[in-house]
């Protein structure tokens, strides 16, 4: 079985901070590894994914990855937060790229000016 | 590219009806879509998996004959929710993939709430 913990349900950072969302995944199998972000009442929008190609990720937004296999992590970064970053995000993992998606719980970004 | 299409984004209605959901791939084809239910301050849980012209592999614990899939087209699917009451009040969003190895990509989701 496979499972996703994102630590903290809650994340503030300052305009122009880091931002650090973590992800921690469980997997029998090479995982296949996925961020989404969420704004208020809209559906997913794909960050990036991890397919066992190189372990660092780069995303849409100025977000990257890096795949930790000894760590079973999968943290979210982006070196300078701007306000549109503020939203939901979504950890989830696969056993393929496109089977079905376990997700973590959720992490909030809140930006402050 | 790679837009999938819900619709209604809203709907309210009264205790007893059923409400039919629609989501399309508007510029791929989709052999495979997914719908997710979101309770409020929760994460996504996936309902069923539905591949084109066959039945829908629903996940433990979600009633088929309450919520109805049909995945007719490689560009539409359809959940049905099939007399509804207020505790099936939640988001739900659909996901469609073009072949195995591409990611899902997400609809923008339907609000239902059951009066």
């Known amino acids: 079985a496979q499972s996703v913990t994102q630590l903290g349900?809650?994340?503030?950072?300052?305009?122009?901070?880091l931002v650090l969302l973590r992800c921690?995944?469980?997997?029998?199998v090479p995982p296949y590894l996925f961020w989404y972000v969420?704004?208020?009442n809209q559906g997913l929008q794909l960050l990036l994914k991890y397919t066992s190609a190189a372990t660092l990720v780069k995303g849409i937004n100025g977000f990257e990855a890096e795949f930790k296999k000894s760590e079973t992590s999968f943290h979210l970064t982006k070196p300078s937060a701007h306000m549109s970053d503020a939203a939901e995000y979504f950890c989830a993992v696969s056993d393929t790229g496109g089977n079905k998606l376990v997700f973590g719980a959720g992490t909030i970004l809140r930006v402050k000016s | 590219g790679a837009v999938v299409s819900q619709h209604p984004s809203w709907v309210i209605c009264k205790s007893g009806t059923s409400v039919k959901i629609e989501c399309r791939s508007l510029d791929f084809q989709a052999t495979t879509m997914f719908w997710y239910r979101q309770f409020p301050k929760q994460s996504l849980m996936l309902m069923a998996t539905s591949n084109e012209g066959s039945k829908a592999t629903y996940e433990q614990g979600v009633e088929k004959?309450?919520?109805l899939i049909n995945h007719a087209s490689l560009t539409l699917s359809t959940l049905t929710v099939t007399s509804a009451h207020p505790e099936d009040s939640s988001f739900y969003i659909c996901s469609a993939r073009e072949t195995g190895n591409q990611p899902q990509h997400f609809g923008d989701g339907t609000r239902l709430s059951i009066l």
């Open chain 1, 24 to 28: 921690n995944y469980s997997s029998s």
């Open chain 1, 38 to 40: 969420q704004y208020p």
């Open chain 2, 65 to 67: 004959d309450k919520f």
């Open chain 1, 9 to 17: 349900s809650h994340v503030s950072v300052s305009e122009g901070a």
